[in-house]
């Protein structure tokens, strides 16, 4: 074999290796830059939003602050690839009668999530900003009382 051949073959069996490889990759791995401790210091102390993975198709986040050694949980989360969709379910437990609301992805990225329910009441938009390895803003925006209205919420990893 010509020195021209072999290289085209070692090449074409490193690009097979590579395709290979790449088509394992679930949609959720591109949020492993979410996973861990965060912390929001808030007017009534810090309030923690901690991401775990829990399969190749989902995450489970919850939200919750810590006042007087007592625990409260705010908000469980949910972040599902289910029918080639990535949703975003939070279940607040004094909204929505209790019940999830179910946000599907626009914008998936190594910096950028973005999730979108036109029909919620509010909020209609939950994104997530990769700032740095340590910091984040997570955002909800929409359609409220006829105004546009949007709140950011600045964490730093704790771990």
């Known amino acids: 074999m010509s020195g021209c051949k072999l290289i085209r073959a070692l090449m074409n069996l490193l690009l097979y290796f590579v395709m290979a490889s790449c088509s394992h990759i679930q949609p959720i791995d591109r949020l492993e830059w979410l996973l861990g401790k965060w912390e929001l210091q808030t007017s009534k102390g810090p309030v923690f ?31 599902l690839y289910r029918n080639d969709s990535l949703l975003y379910i939070p279940n607040v437990n004094d909204q929505n009668k209790g019940r999830p609301v179910e946000f599907y992805s626009d914008i998936v990225n190594d910096t950028l999530l973005q ?35 949007e709140r950011l919420f600045k964490m730093s990893r704790v771990y």
């Open 49 to 79: 939003e901690n991401w775990q993975r829990k399969s190749d198709n989902e995450l489970s986040g919850k939200n919750y602050l810590i006042k007087s050694g007592d625990t409260t949980v705010l908000e469980t989360i949910q972040v």
């Open 115 to 149: 999730f979108q329910n036109p029909n919620h009441d509010f909020p209609q938009t939950i994104a997530y900003h990769k700032v740095r390895e340590d910091s984040i803003v997570a955002s909800i925006s929409g359609n409220r009382n006829g105004q546009f209205f």
